[in-house]
């Protein structure tokens, strides 16, 4: 009998002995306290029954939907990793010469997100489309998966060997890199050569990218080869040739912040900048420019000159047009002087040397230009470079170390390279992925993802920021300076140790702040950077607020630091600028996108589909010329022109660019790459051409001829003119300073009751949000239209790529785009006319999102209630709701939403381009708060309701309500000019409360109803878009203002018909 | 009684038979049984052969759709609707007629439908089930597609949201499918019960005796099938106004430039009678000479229909002007641009072709000697139907391709998967109507024979004393 016996089993030993602790936890189920996260997180009896029934419900769902793959749970949890609760690690991206301290998102121990680090002095908080876009080069099932051999896989030791004998054999050994900025890299190599002394290392810009020419202006302007730190928002008078810094432009994204503060306009400050951009192509800066002049590549060079000139009396500019223009910079930039800033984007030293001596005689250094603090994101030394490639070509090499760089691609010199490499007896990669340069390398070891890696950077002198990986190297491939180390056979050949060792001799020394140095790295890991004290001062100056007259007087009584007196001979390099420009006959100009960029990320198909900022066009290159031009050589959109120069001709469809220079051909570089992963092919083929061996300043003797073919460039806009519709609402400078809503538009309707407010006449009743109101204002004046929230907006919330045939079928998914509109002539009369842009026509940027109407037209005409309205302002969509009619589309009035036509993430058409959602390494990128929507379902934008839910969820667990800056979209926050503020209309203290002037009033409840609050939006600049129709958007927008003297009249983009005020 | 004036055209014309007698109600079941009754010939053959062919190709293009997505059509980002609503609301239009002429003209004692009304009214169901396959089509989850439907579930108070003109759509459509088969099945059965009586292969007896209800012809039945007849009228006249009231619902209750008009509820309705008489024309100018019915679908039969497309084709002119006159008088910018995008925008000419089929078309039939020409009556009953395909397609898609926001200004241009769902629906309901026409009788016998004496007693008599036998036409001229 069982009760009988006398056995006793004891739970262990503890029972035994009668453990006090054994005795006081007997009686519960766990000995030991479960983990709690959560403070003050006690489970009733309703809050089990609730996930009870949320678990049973979720678990049956998930069963009768997606059956789970491939789940495996963790054995151990790790340390500081709780399932469904982000990770964030600091870290830093730097590639095709585009630098960001950014922060990663990761998510279960995958990264899955790149988000700017607000500490950041230089990015502050921000990141360009490239940036964001970057994390899926960790998830490209393309890259090596191991070292190669001789284009085989091999084993990394026996490699290691066979290259250190090589390389001991070797007699002359050229290491070509992209530009280092990691101090400890470039120890590295240091150690390298010194270990193999025939070795030389030079670092590599792709033309696009190099700034060889400021670089060189510098050293011999100041002796400081290096870029020079400029403030754009110092710069009340901003003229540029040609250089596209808010776009693509050395550092971009930096500039952009910088030149957003000056677009700004609020209550309290009613100045901003003025910009003139002279330049070829329509870049997004001169789309940005207050006043803008067309001119040949060659032109570029003598406009600055021209301008140089003017400023010490005299010369006129053959182009009359442009010489107004000039001469109106000229003007403005000596009224301003001292605070304003030239640039140009020209890579020849002479013209930048005259850029410095303007700027210097402007007075412009130790203001907007700063040589004290130099950057150092571009070392690429263009000379240096040919010279190793004439080098190789030659035969004088029988080594090179290919690091970052793919010059048989992207290099003039590229096809001979090719050719030359054959006899270069080693030939070693680093190439994360197959690239023209490392297939044609008989070693190739693959270098770690910056995502897989430590790393450290100096951007900036003062400057220092780590770069950490965020996860294990997925294929077997080591880090560069690994590498590099083992060769060299040193002491640490753990890169990690190698920093923190350098580190801690160097750099740890310059702070004042941390005893032991463990603290010290710490702390700078978590930070991501470390800024010397030197540069902490400089940052905190320029946080500290100060009231405006005090702003004033310090910037006329302090002295300007200098770095180095300005000793360049600018009257040399003015003659020789006279004699080397000519302009005659038909010019081509290169230029990088601000996707694509130099083509490294070719793969990329979050970039491939990201539609450039001006032309909306994606996935491949196009040739540009302008109306005139085009009408002049008898050619229409979409045909295949055949254009000849220097000896190269090829074939690519034609897009027709308002603003662009008569008699100019403009191409982008990056595409055209021959050995690139799926993405970067279509068919097999590779996307559009490859014009980097006509990456050189000015083309001339360009020859365009029309041929028979057809071939349609995937535009995600093709109707570019806004017909003299209010949707842009817009006014100059001294127009708003005397009213501050001028370019309002009031629509009113007329009534029986006399004319109303559209609001007036409703059949809604409205609805109620007691807790939050989501929203986001959107300055149309500081949207500069550069797309990073696109692409941001793309990786949070797991958006389709849909390929180049889709978009040709207009079927791009993007939640958020940006409607771009040129103004047509002034002297349009009919419909027809309004549809032609003018010759060189005002650009306007315009965010479009979903705009979560309150009287929402999507919502009543949802057959099955997939649609709704949330009780705090959002109009959210049920996906396993939607059958799909569509008919909330076609009742959009800002046609936001996107449906999709096919299963993209499971149909064999899309494999190839939407890896992030087929593929099983490429899915590890998408995000698990989001659902990937199936075929036939509708969607758009839902204000990153998941971030919403995360925050309330925090400000819950911590016992408190929601403050203004816990959720912020993922559009917001890549924005680099802050043109788009999300946030909640309930809290007065919100940004967003204060962008609107939002107003708290009681309305008296009538016929019995309760009392009301009622917030009300006072900013004279903010609209909503459509609002005749009154569909009451939760999202305003604020007018664009242009520092302009005069006001471009009927016709325009803002045809100001029936203006006026009605209340 | 009944008593038809002797002025009006004899709604049976009675021939000469063999031993010199009149056309009996008897001759009336032998004309029509005739087609149930025979091998089909091949004319038949070759019409159904067709039609499967259609239906063929047309299932492997809605087997693509289905398969892979409406992605197979030609929609983009900013057009969500073109060519199946288009092809939906022209076939729910089409089913129009015969409603109208079996319940409209039976409670207004129009006897001249009892020769038409069958076919009409068969044409009517297989136009609704091509117009529902649309929507099944059109779903972007056609699997889920009773989600639209207020069913009970299990996922609580999961409902249909009544305030969506498109759920207004599953009740009207729904509705009127199954009033119009109801009416259409009962009048069948006493002529189904008369070939079951002829019958004398035992399995189309049993057939059509299944069929036929067990129909025993007494008085007290036929006096419920009179009742019924008119009950059943009484509930289908308003769905003649209100199924595509509702259907214009889907255009007029949305915010678009173009869509957003009161005008919509009548203007569809005429529309859809227009295009309906068209379309019973087309068939009954086919089948008449087919299975040479001549006798009871007569020139009188003809021009009577010809007013009414007339009239109808006339109202869809005015309404349109009236549009255009909104348009400017609204002072609505979208609104006004959304006309002129019409009129003289990327789709001009799918525009003026609607304008021409269907306002000036008809203007032809102002004069009796094309109301009573055959070729003309079937070349334009053919051209209205074009026309009111393209006004449909104009409303869609002109409105929708350009609307508020310029950026988001596009083109539609069909692929060959749209095309292709276009002719599954011809393919289906060719199909269903030549199997119709075989297999069941087109002409309503025993409604014909209620008529034959009233309506014809003396011009027949006239007729057969003074003309040659045969001749139908010059016989109905000389009456006039």
Same mark, same amino acid.
Request: hydrophobic share 40%.
């Given at each position: 009998?069982?009760?009988?016996?006398?056995?006793?089993?004891?739970?262990?030993?503890?029972?035994?002995?009668?453990?006090?602790?054994?005795?006081?936890?007997?009686?519960?189920?766990?000995?030991?306290?479960?983990?709690?996260?959560?403070?003050?997180?006690?489970?009733?009896?309703?809050?089990?029954?609730?996930?009870?029934?949320?678990?049973?419900?979720?678990?049956?769902?998930?069963?009768?939907?997606?059956?789970?793959?491939?789940?495996?749970?963790?054995?151990?949890?790790?340390?500081?990793?709780?399932?469904?609760?982000?990770?964030?690690?600091?870290?830093?991206?730097?590639?095709?010469?585009?630098?960001?301290?950014?922060?990663?998102?990761?998510?279960?121990?995958?990264?899955?997100?790149?988000?700017?680090?607000?500490?950041?002095?230089?990015?502050?908080?921000?990141?360009?489309?490239?940036?964001?876009?970057?994390?899926?080069?960790?998830?490209?099932?393309?890259?090596?998966?191991?070292?190669?051999?001789?284009?085989?896989?091999?084993?990394?030791?026996?490699?290691?060997?066979?290259?250190?004998?090589?390389?001991?054999?070797?007699?002359?050994?050229?290491?070509?890199?992209?530009?280092?900025?990691?101090?400890?890299?470039?120890?590295?190599?240091?150690?390298?050569?010194?270990?193999?002394?025939?070795?030389?290392?030079?670092?590599?810009?792709?033309?696009?990218?190099?700034?060889?020419?400021?670089?060189?202006?510098?050293?011999?302007?100041?002796?400081?080869?290096?870029?020079?730190?400029?403030?754009?928002?110092?710069?009340?008078?901003?003229?540029?040739?040609?250089?596209?810094?808010?776009?693509?432009?050395?550092?971009?994204?930096?500039?952009?912040?910088?030149?957003?503060?000056?677009?700004?306009?609020?209550?309290?400050?009613?100045?901003?900048?003025?910009?003139?951009?002279?330049?070829?192509?329509?870049?997004?800066?001169?789309?940005?420019?207050?006043?803008?002049?067309?001119?040949?590549?060659?032109?570029?060079?003598?406009?600055?000159?021209?301008?140089?000139?003017?400023?010490?009396?005299?010369?006129?500019?053959?182009?009359?047009?442009?010489?107004?223009?000039?001469?109106?910079?000229?003007?403005?930039?000596?009224?301003?002087?001292?605070?304003?800033?030239?640039?140009?984007?020209?890579?020849?030293?002479?013209?930048?040397?005259?850029?410095?001596?303007?700027?210097?005689?402007?007075?412009?250094?130790?203001?907007?230009?700063?040589?004290?603090?130099?950057?150092?994101?571009?070392?690429?030394?263009?000379?240096?470079?040919?010279?190793?490639?004439?080098?190789?070509?030659?035969?004088?090499?029988?080594?090179?170390?290919?690091?970052? @760089?793919?010059?048989?691609?992207?290099?003039? $010199?590229?096809? +001979?390279? /090719?050719? &030359?490499?054959?006899? %270069?007896?080693? =030939?070693?990669?680093?190439?994360?992925?197959?690239?023209?340069?490392?297939?044609?390398?008989?070693?190739?070891?693959?270098?770690?993802?910056?995502?897989?890696?430590?790393?450290?950077?100096?951007?900036?002198?003062?400057?220092?920021?780590?770069?950490?990986?965020?996860?294990?190297?997925?294929?077997?491939?080591?880090?560069?300076?690994?590498?590099?180390?083992?060769?060299?056979?040193?002491?640490?050949?753990?890169?990690?140790?190698?920093?923190?060792?350098?580190?801690?001799?160097?750099?740890?020394?310059?702070?004042?702040?941390?005893?032991?140095?463990?603290?010290?790295?710490?702390?700078?890991?978590?930070?991501?950077?470390?800024?010397?004290?030197?540069?902490?001062?400089?940052?905190?100056?320029? @946080?500290?607020?100060?009231?405006?007259?005090? $702003?004033?007087? +310090?910037? /006329?009584? &302090?002295?300007?630091? %200098?770095?180095? =007196?300005?000793?360049?001979?600018?009257?040399?390099?003015?003659?020789?600028?006279?004699?080397?420009?000519?302009?005659?006959?038909?010019?081509?100009?290169?230029?990088?996108?601000?996707?694509?960029?130099?083509?490294?990320?070719?793969?990329?198909?979050?970039?491939?589909?990201?539609?450039?900022?001006?032309?909306?066009?994606?996935?491949?290159?196009?040739?540009?010329?302008?109306?005139?031009?085009?009408?002049?050589?008898?050619?229409?959109?979409?045909?295949?022109?055949?254009?000849?120069?220097?000896?190269?001709?090829?074939?690519?469809?034609?897009?027709?660019?308002?603003?662009?220079?008569?008699?100019?051909?403009?191409?982008?570089?990056?595409?055209?790459?021959?050995?690139?992963?799926?993405?970067?092919?279509?068919?097999?083929?590779?996307?559009?051409?490859?014009?980097?061996?006509?990456?050189?300043?000015?083309?001339?003797?360009?020859?365009?001829?029309?041929?028979?073919?057809?071939?349609?460039?995937?535009?995600?806009?093709?109707?570019?003119?806004?017909?003299?519709?209010?949707?842009?609402?817009?006014?100059?400078?001294?127009?708003?300073?005397?009213?501050?809503?001028?370019?309002?538009?009031?629509?009113?309707?007329?009534?029986?009751?006399?004319?109303?407010?559209?609001?007036?006449?409703?059949?809604?009743?409205?609805?109620?949000?007691?807790?939050?109101?989501?929203?986001?204002?959107?300055?149309?004046?500081?949207?500069?239209?550069?797309?990073?929230?696109?692409?941001?907006?793309?990786?949070?919330?797991?958006?389709?790529?849909?390929?180049?045939?889709?978009?040709?079928?207009?079927?791009?998914?993007?939640?958020?785009?940006?409607?771009?509109?040129?103004?047509?002539?002034?002297?349009?009369?009919?419909?027809?006319?309004?549809?032609?842009?003018?010759?060189?026509?005002?650009?306007?940027?315009?965010?479009?999102?979903?705009?979560?109407?309150?009287?929402?037209?999507?919502?009543?005409?949802?057959?099955?209630?997939?649609?709704?309205?949330?009780?705090?302002?959002?109009?959210?969509?049920?996906?396993?709701?939607?059958?799909?009619?569509?008919?909330?589309?076609?009742?959009?009035?800002?046609?936001?939403?996107?449906?999709?036509?096919?299963?993209?993430?499971?149909?064999?058409?899309?494999?190839?381009?939407?890896?992030?959602?087929?593929?099983?390494?490429?899915?590890?990128?998408?995000?698990?708060?989001?659902?990937?929507?199936?075929?036939?379902?509708?969607?758009?934008?839902?204000?990153?309701?998941?971030?919403?839910?995360?925050?309330?969820?925090?400000?819950?667990?911590?016992?408190?309500?929601?403050?203004?800056?816990?959720?912020?979209?993922?559009?917001?926050?890549?924005?680099?000019?802050?043109?788009?503020?999300?946030?909640?209309?309930?809290?007065?203290?919100?940004?967003?409360?204060?962008?609107?002037?939002?107003?708290?009033?009681?309305?008296?409840?009538?016929?019995?109803?309760?009392?009301?609050?009622?917030?009300?939006?006072?900013?004279?600049?903010?609209?909503?878009?459509?609002?005749?129709?009154?569909?009451?958007?939760?999202?305003?927008?604020?007018?664009?203002?242009?520092?302009?003297?005069?006001?471009?009249?009927?016709?325009?983009?803002?045809?100001?018909?029936?203006?006026?005020?009605?209340? | 009684?009944?008593?038809?004036?002797?002025?009006?055209?004899?709604?049976?014309?009675?021939?000469?038979?063999?031993?010199?007698?009149?056309?009996?109600?008897?001759?009336?079941?032998?004309?029509?049984?005739?087609?149930?009754?025979?091998?089909?010939?091949?004319?038949?053959?070759?019409?159904?052969?067709?039609?499967?062919?259609?239906?063929?190709?047309?299932?492997?293009?809605?087997?693509?759709?289905?398969?892979?997505?409406?992605?197979?059509?030609?929609?983009?980002?900013?057009?969500?609707?073109?060519?199946?609503?288009?092809?939906?609301?022209?076939?729910?239009?089409?089913?129009?007629?015969?409603?109208?002429?079996?319940?409209?003209?039976?409670?207004?004692?129009?006897?001249?439908?009892?020769?038409?009304?069958?076919?009409?009214?068969?044409?009517?169901?297989?136009?609704?089930?091509?117009?529902?396959?649309?929507?099944?089509?059109?779903?972007?989850?056609?699997?889920?597609?009773?989600?639209?439907?207020?069913?009970?579930?299990?996922?609580?108070?999961?409902?249909?949201?009544?305030?969506?003109?498109?759920?207004?759509?599953?009740?009207?459509?729904?509705?009127?499918?199954?009033?119009?088969?109801?009416?259409?099945?009962?009048?069948?059965?006493?002529?189904?019960?008369?070939?079951?009586?002829?019958?004398?292969?035992?399995?189309?007896?049993?057939?059509?005796?299944?069929?036929?209800?067990?129909?025993?012809?007494?008085?007290?039945?036929?006096?419920?099938?009179?009742?019924?007849?008119?009950?059943?009228?009484?509930?289908?006249?308003?769905?003649?106004?209100?199924?595509?009231?509702?259907?214009?619902?889907?255009?007029?209750?949305?915010?678009?430039?173009?869509?957003?008009?009161?005008?919509?509820?009548?203007?569809?309705?005429?529309?859809?009678?227009?295009?309906?008489?068209?379309?019973?024309?087309?068939?009954?100018?086919?089948?008449?000479?087919?299975?040479?019915?001549?006798?009871?679908?007569?020139?009188?039969?003809?021009?009577?229909?010809?007013?009414?497309?007339?009239?109808?084709?006339?109202?869809?002119?005015?309404?349109?002007?009236?549009?255009?006159?909104?348009?400017?008088?609204?002072?609505?910018?979208?609104?006004?641009?959304?006309?002129?995008?019409?009129?003289?925008?990327?789709?001009?000419?799918?525009?003026?072709?609607?304008?021409?089929?269907?306002?000036?078309?008809?203007?032809?039939?102002?004069?009796?000697?094309?109301?009573?020409?055959?070729?003309?009556?079937?070349?334009?009953?053919?051209?209205?139907?074009?026309?009111?395909?393209?006004?449909?397609?104009?409303?869609?898609?002109?409105?929708?391709?350009?609307?508020?926001?310029?950026?988001?200004?596009?083109?539609?241009?069909?692929?060959?998967?749209?095309?292709?769902?276009?002719?599954?629906?011809?393919?289906?309901?060719?199909?269903?109507?030549?199997?119709?026409?075989?297999?069941?009788?087109?002409?309503?016998?025993?409604?014909?024979?209620?008529?034959?004496?009233?309506?014809?007693?003396?011009?027949?008599?006239?007729?057969?004393?003074?003309?040659?036998?045969?001749?139908?036409?010059?016989?109905?001229?000389?009456?006039?």
């Amino acid at each position: 009998m069982m009760e009988d016996s006398p056995k006793k089993y004891w739970k262990g030993i503890e029972e035994l002995t009668n453990d006090i602790d054994f005795v006081k936890n007997a009686e519960n189920e766990f000995a030991e306290p479960l983990p709690k996260h959560e403070p003050n997180t006690e489970n009733n009896r309703r809050d089990f029954l609730k996930l009870m029934g949320f678990s049973v419900a979720a678990v049956s769902l998930a069963a009768c939907e997606t059956p789970v793959k491939y789940a495996v749970p963790y054995l151990n949890k790790p340390e500081n990793l709780d399932p469904s609760i982000p990770n964030f690690y600091a870290s830093t991206f730097f590639e095709g010469g585009d630098y960001s301290s950014i922060l990663v998102k990761t998510r279960e121990g995958r990264p899955i997100k790149i988000e700017g680090n607000n500490l950041s002095p230089i990015n502050k908080g921000k990141t360009s489309a490239k940036a964001q876009a970057s994390i899926l080069g960790l998830y490209d099932d393309t890259r090596y998966k191991g070292f190669m051999v001789n284009g085989k896989a091999g084993k990394m030791e026996s490699i290691d060997e066979e290259v250190k004998k090589s390389l001991e054999s070797a007699s002359n050994i050229r290491i070509l890199s992209s530009t280092i900025i990691s101090p400890s890299t470039e120890s590295i190599i240091k150690d390298f050569i010194k270990k193999y002394p025939t070795a030389k290392h030079v670092q590599y810009d792709s033309p696009t990218v190099s700034a060889h020419g400021i670089l060189q202006a510098n050293k011999e302007s100041f002796g400081v080869e290096a870029l020079p730190s400029y403030d754009f928002s110092k710069a009340k008078v901003i003229v540029s040739f040609g250089a596209d810094f808010l776009g693509t432009w050395l550092s971009a994204t930096e500039y952009a912040t910088q030149y957003g503060k000056t677009r700004k306009l609020g209550k309290d400050k009613k100045e901003m900048s003025r910009h003139y951009q002279f330049e070829t192509r329509l870049s997004l800066t001169g789309a940005n420019a207050d006043y803008r002049g067309a001119i040949k590549p060659s032109e570029e060079a003598l406009a600055v000159v021209a301008l140089y000139n003017k400023l010490n009396g005299g010369e006129t500019f053959a182009n009359k047009e442009v010489d107004k223009l000039l001469e109106k910079a000229k003007n403005d930039l000596q009224s301003a002087s001292g605070n304003s800033l030239v640039v140009s984007g020209s890579n020849d030293p002479a013209v930048q040397m005259v850029v410095n001596a303007i700027n210097n005689q402007l007075g412009n250094y130790g203001n907007a230009i700063d040589m004290s603090t130099p950057s150092y994101i571009r070392k690429g030394n263009d000379n240096a470079v040919n010279a190793v490639i004439d080098e190789i070509i030659g035969g004088g090499v029988d080594t090179v170390i290919f690091y970052g @760089v793919n010059p048989v691609y992207d290099h003039p $010199k590229g096809k +001979e390279l /090719k050719s &030359a490499l054959s006899n %270069v007896k080693n =030939k070693i990669s680093f190439a994360l992925a197959p690239d023209e340069t490392s297939t044609l390398c008989n070693f190739v070891c693959p270098d770690t993802h910056f995502l897989e890696s430590w790393n450290d950077a100096m951007p900036k002198k003062g400057i220092y920021t780590l770069t950490q990986p965020t996860i294990t190297p997925i294929f077997k491939t080591r880090s560069a300076q690994e590498s590099l180390l083992l060769w060299s056979e040193a002491k640490t050949t753990n890169f990690h140790d190698f920093i923190k060792g350098y580190w801690n001799t160097n750099v740890f020394k310059t702070q004042t702040k941390f005893k032991g140095f463990a603290n010290f790295w710490t702390s700078v890991l978590h930070d991501g950077q470390y800024l010397t004290n030197a540069t902490i001062a400089e940052v905190k100056e320029e @946080v500290t607020e100060t009231t405006k007259e005090d $702003k004033k007087a +310090e910037t /006329k009584d &302090a002295k300007p630091k %200098v770095a180095g =007196k300005f000793s360049g001979d600018a009257g040399k390099a003015v003659s020789e600028i006279g004699t080397k420009y000519k302009t005659a006959g038909f010019e081509m100009q290169v230029y990088q996108t601000q996707a694509i960029g130099n083509g490294s990320q070719a793969n990329n198909p979050w970039l491939q589909e990201m539609p450039d900022p001006i032309t909306k066009a994606c996935w491949g290159n196009y040739a540009s010329i302008s109306q005139k031009t085009a009408k002049e050589k008898g050619i229409t959109a979409g045909y295949v022109v055949k254009v000849s120069a220097k000896g190269m001709s090829f074939e690519l469809p034609v897009l027709i660019q308002p603003g662009q220079a008569d008699n100019t051909v403009v191409v982008a570089v990056g595409y055209g790459r021959e050995v690139v992963g799926q993405a970067g092919k279509i068919n097999g083929k590779a996307i559009g051409v490859n014009v980097f061996p006509l990456a050189i300043d000015v083309i001339e003797g360009v020859s365009i001829a029309k041929t028979d073919k057809y071939e349609e460039v995937a535009q995600t806009q093709t109707h570019h003119t806004i017909m003299g519709r209010d949707i842009i609402q817009e006014t100059t400078l001294a127009e708003y300073v005397k009213k501050p809503n001028a370019g309002r538009n009031y629509p009113h309707v007329s009534s029986p009751d006399g004319i109303k407010k559209p609001s007036e006449i409703t059949l809604w009743k409205g609805h109620k949000y007691p807790n939050h109101s989501w929203s986001m204002v959107i300055d149309l004046n500081s949207c500069i239209g550069c797309s990073a929230c696109t692409v941001a907006c793309q990786a949070e919330n797991n958006v389709s790529v849909v390929g180049k045939a889709e978009v040709l079928m207009r079927r791009e998914m993007h939640w958020i785009r940006i409607d771009r509109y040129y103004s047509s002539n002034e002297s349009a009369k009919s419909w027809g006319e309004m549809e032609e842009a003018s010759a060189n026509p005002e650009v306007t940027f315009m965010p479009l999102m979903c705009q979560h109407c309150n009287n929402a037209p999507c919502e009543t005409v949802c057959p099955v209630l997939a649609t709704t309205h949330s009780t705090e302002g959002l109009n959210q969509m049920t996906y396993n709701r939607c059958i799909g009619t569509r008919y909330c589309a076609n009742n959009c009035p800002y046609k936001v939403r996107r449906f999709n036509w096919f299963h993209y993430a499971e149909d064999d058409r899309f494999t190839t381009v939407n890896y992030t959602q087929t593929n099983d390494l490429g899915k590890m990128v998408l995000n698990p708060d989001v659902t990937v929507r199936s075929r036939g379902v509708m969607e758009k934008c839902s204000m990153c309701v998941q971030r919403i839910q995360a925050g309330k969820l925090t400000a819950k667990k911590e016992k408190r309500h929601v403050k203004d800056g816990d959720v912020i979209t993922a559009c917001a926050q890549a924005c680099p000019t802050d043109a788009i503020t999300f946030g909640d209309m309930n809290d007065l203290n919100s940004e967003v409360a204060k962008a609107l002037s939002l107003k708290k009033e009681m309305k008296k409840g009538e016929h019995g109803a309760e009392d009301e609050i009622i917030y009300s939006i006072t900013e004279p600049r903010a609209y909503q878009l459509l609002e005749e129709i009154n569909v009451k958007p939760q999202i305003s927008y604020l007018t664009k203002i242009r520092n302009k003297d005069e006001k471009k009249g009927k016709g325009d983009a803002n045809a100001n018909h029936g203006g006026g005020e009605h209340h | 009684m009944q008593y038809t004036s002797p002025v009006r055209e004899p709604l049976v014309l009675r021939q000469m038979h063999k031993n010199d007698r009149k056309t009996t109600m008897h001759d009336i079941t032998d004309d029509i049984c005739r087609q149930v009754e025979a091998a089909p010939n091949m004319r038949w053959m070759i019409a159904l052969g067709i039609s499967l062919v259609v239906l063929a190709w047309g299932s492997y293009t809605l087997y693509r759709t289905w398969f892979f997505g409406i992605g197979e059509w030609g929609l983009n980002k900013t057009v969500g609707w073109a060519w199946d609503i288009t092809n939906f609301v022209w076939w729910v239009g089409i089913g129009h007629a015969g409603t109208l002429i079996s319940a409209v003209l039976l409670l207004f004692r129009q006897k001249w439908r009892a020769s038409i009304n069958r076919s009409a009214e068969a044409m009517t169901i297989f136009a609704v089930l091509c117009a529902g396959s649309f929507i099944l089509m059109h779903m972007g989850r056609p699997w889920l597609a009773h989600w639209a439907l207020p069913l009970p579930n299990t996922y609580g108070s999961l409902w249909v949201n009544f305030n969506s003109p498109l759920v207004w759509d599953v009740f009207a459509i729904s509705t009127y499918l199954t009033v119009s088969l109801v009416f259409w099945y009962m009048g069948l059965i006493p002529d189904l019960a008369t070939i079951r009586e002829r019958a004398k292969n035992p399995i189309s007896k049993f057939v059509y005796g299944l069929m036929s209800f067990g129909w025993d012809g007494s008085t007290k039945t036929w006096a419920r099938y009179e009742m019924m007849s008119l009950v059943l009228a009484g509930v289908s006249t308003p769905l003649v106004l209100s199924v595509h009231t509702i259907v214009s619902f889907d255009f007029a209750t949305s915010v678009i430039p173009g869509w957003h008009t009161t005008i919509f509820p009548p203007y569809f309705v005429a529309g859809a009678i227009f295009s309906g008489f068209a379309m019973v024309l087309t068939l009954m100018l086919i089948t008449r000479y087919v299975f040479k019915l001549e006798p009871y679908i007569t020139l009188a039969h003809i021009e009577s229909m010809n007013k009414i497309i007339l009239v109808t084709g006339s109202i869809v002119g005015v309404a349109y002007i009236t549009e255009f006159f909104i348009a400017w008088y609204s002072g609505v910018p979208y609104e006004q641009y959304a006309f002129i995008n019409r009129m003289f925008g990327p789709y001009w000419w799918a525009y003026w072709a609607m304008m021409s089929c269907n306002v000036i078309s008809p203007q032809f039939f102002w004069f009796k000697s094309m109301r009573t020409n055959i070729y003309a009556t079937f070349a334009l009953s053919i051209v209205v139907n074009i026309g009111m395909w393209f006004e449909r397609f104009v409303i869609i898609v002109t409105s929708l391709h350009r609307d508020y926001l310029p950026s988001s200004w596009v083109m539609f241009w069909p692929t060959y998967v749209d095309i292709g769902d276009y002719l599954f629906s011809f393919g289906f309901f060719f199909t269903c109507f030549f199997l119709f026409a075989k297999f069941l009788p087109v002409i309503n016998m025993a409604e014909v024979k209620t008529i034959l004496n009233s309506s014809t007693r003396e011009a027949g008599e006239e007729y057969t004393k003074e003309e040659h036998i045969g001749e139908t036409k010059t016989a109905t001229a000389h009456l006039f």
